[in-house]
């Protein structure tokens, strides 16, 4: 796989949204994935009886529904985008799931699987350098599917290349002009905000790539071991599904282990709870009869 980068980032972004980022690959070569069935069984039975407010709520989406706030948007009236999409396929009464072709279907099974913000362009519509930007006044981008052009409010996350604004963040419309072709190179995106876990968002990525290449192996990803135990071929092969959240527990546990009030409770849980350590019973009389101390440890 291409190496994934981070998109640059400008000032006013440093300064107004903090900690605010996207991650991007390259994917050269178009999508052989079209001749590949999409599971959607999965995400059916998990959304299928969760409401708005429920899905909002979600540790995937509330960072995204943050932001929303803050530059005054309502989340409920225009969710963030793959908890748009999951309300739109699983959770309404009149629930969808809209096919438009390989690479978007794909793109969207993987946000969801992953619950992560993916988006794919046209490498061919991208001039120059792509950065995360703050919008001004007079700003404007095409929506997909429009042939009009839609005005930008300011202070607006955005993505810009050297000529426009591909896209609003979250990622909105970034399947871009990827939808009129099957056979192109694509660039990759997946969204950061605070609270969202750039692990998740490399693994979404390094999945998402080796679905568009149209990999038959079957569903795993490795993540990486840290430590002296496991050396360089350290690594956990699970389904891939469980990856992204095999790395968030990862890199929590390696933040909190160290922490005095986490030690005390995890200790606590153990004797209390656990029953570790496990206690140990003097058996007197089989000791008198053995002429040694024996115990019974339970």
Not at 138 to 164: C, H, M, N, Q, T
Request: hydrophobic share 40%; with cysteine.
């Amino acid at each position: 796989m291409t190496e994934i980068f981070e998109v640059a980032v400008t000032a006013a972004v440093r300064d107004a949204f903090p900690g605010a980022g996207v991650l991007a690959v390259w994917h050269k070569g178009g999508a052989p994935a079209s001749a590949q069935v999409l599971d959607w069984s999965l995400s059916r039975a998990i959304w299928s009886e969760v409401d708005k407010d429920q899905l909002l709520l979600h540790p995937a989406v509330a960072p995204f529904c943050e932001y929303y706030r803050q530059v005054a948007i309502n989340p409920r009236k225009s969710p963030p985008s793959v908890a748009n999409f999951i309300y739109r396929a699983f959770c309404r009464p009149d629930a969808r799931l809209p096919r438009i072709n390989a690479i978007v279907d794909t793109v969207n099974w993987v946000a969801v699987s992953t619950m992560t913000s993916l988006g794919a362009f046209d490498a061919r519509s991208i001039v120059g350098e792509l950065c995360l930007d703050v919008s001004v006044e007079g700003d404007w981008f095409e929506p997909v599917g429009s042939e009009s052009r839609e005005a930008i409010p300011g202070g607006r996350l955005v993505l810009r290349d050297r000529e426009k604004i591909l896209s609003l963040f979250s990622i909105r419309d970034t399947v871009h002009t990827a939808i009129r072709g099957a056979s192109c190179d694509l660039l990759l995106l997946g969204c950061l905000m605070p609270g969202v876990n750039p692990l998740q968002v490399r693994s979404a990525l390094s999945l998402l790539d080796q679905k568009l290449r149209g990999d038959t192996a079957p569903p795993s990803a490795e993540v990486p071991a840290k430590g002296p135990w496991y050396d360089s071929f350290g690594g956990s092969f699970i389904a891939e599904t469980l990856s992204p959240p095999v790395a968030e527990l990862n890199e929590s546990y390696e933040r909190i282990i160290a922490s005095e009030s986490f030690q005390q409770r995890y200790q606590a849980l153990l004797k209390h709870y656990v029953g570790r350590q496990t206690p140990l019973t003097l058996a007197e009389n089989f000791s008198r009869h053995l002429g040694v101390k024996a115990y019974l440890k339970r």
